[in-house]
């Protein structure tokens, strides 16, 4: 049976642990990568402040899949995104998740189709979320 929250979970923690920062330190290499317009966004950028914020949010991110419900912190965090601020567009969130995704591939040995599908499915209404501030 595909029971996605499950099998997110589990690859989740497969990701995190036994180190954490290592997994989204390797995101933010393959984010920065994919695209030199994005590379120039975290020029400036204190990556190390840049990762604790970022695992800070993911639990904003995975609390509002199951709540629907913005807390303060993810709104505060789709404003500063949206229109007039970073302007973060909706195609920089699809290669986002698309980072995330291969970095999943990387970290988790039990990675695959199914492992794949539950990131993007619990991920999209945070991004879905976070997409709409781009127009507001
Ligand atoms: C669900 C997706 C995302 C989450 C949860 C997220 C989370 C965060 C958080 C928590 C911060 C720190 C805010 C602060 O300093 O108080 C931040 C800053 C930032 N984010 Fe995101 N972000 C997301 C997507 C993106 C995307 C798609 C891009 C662009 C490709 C992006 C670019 C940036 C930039 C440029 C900053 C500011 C960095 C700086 O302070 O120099 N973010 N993000």
Redesign the pocket.
């Known amino acids: 049976m595909k029971r996605y929250r499950k099998h997110f979970n589990n690859s989740f923690q497969r990701a995190i642990s036994p180190d954490a920062r290592s997994f989204y330190r390797r995101f933010y290499e393959i ?1 920065i990568s994919a695209d030199p317009r ?1 590379k120039d ?2 020029a ?2 204190d990556m190390d402040r ?1 990762i604790t ?2 695992m ?3 639990t ?2 995975m609390t509002f899949s199951a709540t629907l419900e913005p807390s303060d912190e993810i709104e505060k ?1 789709a404003v ?2 949206g229109k007039n601020q ?1 302007n ?1 567009t909706a195609e ?2 699809d ?2 998740l698309d980072s995330m995704i291969k970095t999943v591939d990387e970290i988790d040995p039990k990675f695959e189709g199914h492992i794949e599908t539950s990131w993007r499915v619990l ?1 999209a209404p ?2 879905e979320y ?1 997409k709409s501030f781009c127009k507001k």
């Open positions: 984010l994005i966004l975290f400036k950028t840049q914020m970022l800070q949010s993911m904003h991110i965090i500063a995104h970073l973060i920089f969130y290669i986002w991920m945070g991004i976070m």
